[in-house]
């Protein structure tokens, strides 16, 4: 089983950030950054680590975080399903 599935099974999510920040050599200047990742909602402790890490080491202070969370597969619509099907 995938690294994915696997965490999917657990309850993680996909989730999607995108990350406004102030350029550090014009401050008056916004750039995006997206980032995704794998992740548990209400929380999002894998989000916040990202941003702590964005804040400690990067040089563009932090505007703005907008993200979206969508749970892909539940283990509630994981079944086991024993059959093979064989084309050509």
């Known amino acids: 089983m995938t690294n994915e599935m696997e965490l999917q099974l657990k309850g993680y999510g996909l ?9 550090p050599d014009h401050p008056a200047f916004l750039q995006s950054y ?3 990742h794998y ?14 890490f964005w804040q400690e ?20 619509e994981w079944r ?4 093979e099907f064989i084309l050509h």
């Open 57 to 76: 080491k990067l040089d563009g202070p932090l505007h703005s975080v907008h993200y979206v969370h969508r749970k892909l597969i539940s283990a509630t």
């Open 39 to 52: 992740d548990i909602a209400p929380d999002f402790p894998e989000m916040r680590h990202f941003l702590k």
């Open 34 to 36: 997206i980032w995704q």
């Open 80 to 83: 086991s399903l024993k059959g």
């Open 15 to 23: 989730t999607t950030a995108q990350i406004l920040y102030r350029m």
